[in-house]
């Protein structure tokens, strides 16, 4: 209890009874509505890949008690869909008003498993600020591209204002922005904000009403879908600039990059010609394990006379628990 103090009003001592005590501090300031902090939309040109890890043993657990995360993760990563965006620059934005703290630019962009990546040394978060929010509030932004970064240390900076762009520096395999929230030094997750509270309570988070809604909770989503015109490995997907087949075109492909897959999943991806007939069809079994990430492609090669013009369209089908779980189709026309 803060001491009590004895209140005076033009000189005179109030007494015979006990004054009224004064609070010592102020009351606890309101944390900040977070923004996206990133240039993008989630379910069309990003995802979330991992969230904030709230188990605080071996394990990990997301905030609606899930596995979109891995072990002793300290924020939420915004993926862009391949290499080919973060070549076209995709902005990172402030997700609050504030001061920037700190920052460090000058880290190469490169994959952690890149040949001749270079040591870490202790530069995990790569290219990145600190963003002061007041009130012992801060946001870290982490990977952004080297010589993106737009601002300054003690820059103040507007809720939405793009302070550089997002790269593949640090810790990182494939392009993204790494957000923190902290509060007195303590990472918060912006989900879940509630100290001690039980993954899947629910409740209000962090996000502004426009940003929670657009970040509603995925189980697994589609982070590529297209056509080429060749079989493909991850890292051409990764790549971008796949290209995509004609009417002379001696394969045709269709691709799927699913993101947060769970043991047990099983995939179906079949395409179709414009008469409706399977021209190619992929059954994965179930998963013996979750997948961060699976390419999955159903193709053939030209026909003797030539592919039937019209639209091919390929569709999808993620089954969890006997229950659709992620779909998605899409067409080309020939």
Not at 75 to 84: K, S
Request: aromatic share 6%; proline share 8%.
């Amino acid at each position: 209890m803060p001491p009590k103090r004895m209140l005076a009003l033009a000189g005179v001592v109030f007494a015979g009874a006990l004054a009224p005590a004064i609070a010592d501090s102020a009351p606890e300031p309101a944390p900040p509505k977070l923004g996206l902090p990133i240039a993008c939309r989630p379910g069309q040109t990003c995802e979330v890949q991992n969230y904030l890890d709230r188990d605080p043993g071996p394990g990990a657990q997301d905030w609606r008690c899930g596995a979109r995360t891995y072990q002793n993760h300290n924020g939420v990563d915004f993926r862009i869909l391949d290499m080919a965006a973060q070549r076209r620059g995709v902005a990172v934005l402030a997700a609050a008003a504030g001061k920037v703290s700190r920052l460090r630019d000058g880290v190469q962009d490169i994959s952690i498993k890149a040949p001749g990546a270079p040591p870490l040394n202790g530069q995990d978060c790569g290219n990145g600020l600190v963003i002061d929010h007041g009130g012992g509030w801060e946001t870290q932004y982490c990977h952004m591209a080297k010589g993106s970064l737009s601002v300054k240390a003690g820059d103040t900076v507007a809720a939405g204002q793009p302070v550089g762009k997002v790269g593949l520096s640090g810790n990182t395999e494939y392009p993204h922005l790494h957000l923190t929230v902290r509060r007195a030094g303590v990472v918060v997750d912006p989900f879940a904000p509630k100290p001690g509270a039980a993954c899947g309570a629910g409740g209000p988070g962090l996000w502004s009403e426009e940003a929670g809604r657009l970040l509603a909770y995925q189980t697994g989503a589609v982070l590529n879908a297209g056509f080429a015109d060749r079989p493909m490995t991850n890292d051409d997907v990764e790549a971008g600039g796949l290209s995509a087949p004609q009417a002379g075109s001696g394969v045709l492909v269709a691709y799927v990059r699913a993101i947060g897959l769970k043991a047990g999943d099983t995939q179906h991806l079949v395409l179709t010609g414009p008469k409706g007939e399977v021209v190619s069809e992929t059954r994965i079994p179930a998963l013996d394990r979750d997948k961060a990430q699976y390419l999955l492609y159903a193709g053939r090669k030209r026909p003797p006379a030539g592919w039937t013009p019209g639209t091919y369209t390929a569709r999808y089908e993620v089954t969890r628990a006997g229950a659709a779980a992620i779909r998605r189709t899409f067409s080309l026309r020939l």
